[in-house]
T-cell receptor
Framework: SQKIEQNSEALNIQEGKTATLTCNYT??????LQWYRQDPGRGPVFLLL?????KEKRKERLKVTFDTTLKQSLFHITASQPADSATYLC?????????????FGQGTTLQVKP | DAGVTQSPTHLIKTRGQQVTLRCSPK?????VSWYQQALGQGPQFIFQ???????QRGNFPDRFSGHQFPNYSSELNVNALLLGDSALYLC??????????????FGPGTRLTVL
């Protein structure tokens, strides 16, 4: 069955450094991959989407890569700030087409220390 | 422009009871999805409604049912509550025509506690 894995251990980094979060998936080839941010007690907020034919996507200080051979996406936050502290979730569509169903990883909590 | 709204914010029920959660999608959105998020886990897809019909369903028992109204708002009903149903219930909306990649706009969630 389709499986998504994110590092369940919290990532602690110093302000100004680059945070790198990993999302690995198995048993299928998604047409795209999404990243969300979730703050405690709040709903996830959509950040970025990358399609299967795109290697890299950028948005301000965020960068996402998508390696369909390794079945992995990396999510980078450059020049990190304490306000970036949150849980980051990756999500993929169920199956290879847009069926309307997303499968989420368990999320990685990022803590940026001043 | 109001985003996705959910009610109530918090709810406490006892085992065996029934609960109804409500969601209003973001303005202009016609598709509503419901997710269950246990503590420390990612959201799990329950089902999705489009044009007042259930379009997709996740691996949840029939105790979980829903409805979408003509104004696109939606309800999630859970019968015969179990302790394991305690979770944050998230509603997400999207527009079928302009969101081919299914970007979801989430509400703040309803925290359900079953005692």
């Amino acid at each position: 069955s389709q499986k998504i894995e994110q590092n369940s251990e919290a990532l602690n980094i110093q302000e100004g450094k680059t945070a790198t979060l990993t999302c690995n998936y198995t048993n299928y080839s998604p047409a795209y991959l999404q990243w969300y941010r979730q703050d405690p007690g709040r709903g996830p907020v959509f950040l970025l989407l990358i399609r299967e034919n795109e290697k890299e996507k950028r948005k301000e200080r965020l960068k996402v890569t998508f390696d369909t051979t390794l079945k992995q996406s990396l999510f980078h936050i450059t020049a990190s700030q304490p306000a970036d502290s949150a849980t980051y979730l990756c999500a993929l569509p169920h199956g290879s087409s847009n069926t309307g169903k997303l499968i989420f990883g368990q999320g990685t909590t990022l803590q940026v220390k001043p | 422009d109001a985003g996705v709204t959910q009610s109530p914010t918090h709810l406490i029920k006892t085992r065996g009871q029934q609960v109804t959660l409500r969601c209003s999608p973001k303005s202009g959105h016609d598709t509503v999805s419901w997710y269950q998020q246990a503590l420390g886990q990612g959201p799990q897809f329950i089902f999705q409604y489009y044009e007042e019909e259930e379009r997709q369903r996740g691996n949840f028992p029939d105790r979980f049912s829903g409805h979408q109204f003509p104004n696109y708002s939606s309800e999630l009903n859970v019968n015969a509550l179990l302790l394991g149903d305690s979770a944050l219930y998230l509603c997400a909306s999207s527009h079928a025509g302009t969101s081919p990649y299914n970007e979801q706009f989430f509400g703040p969630g309803t925290r359900l506690t079953v005692l």
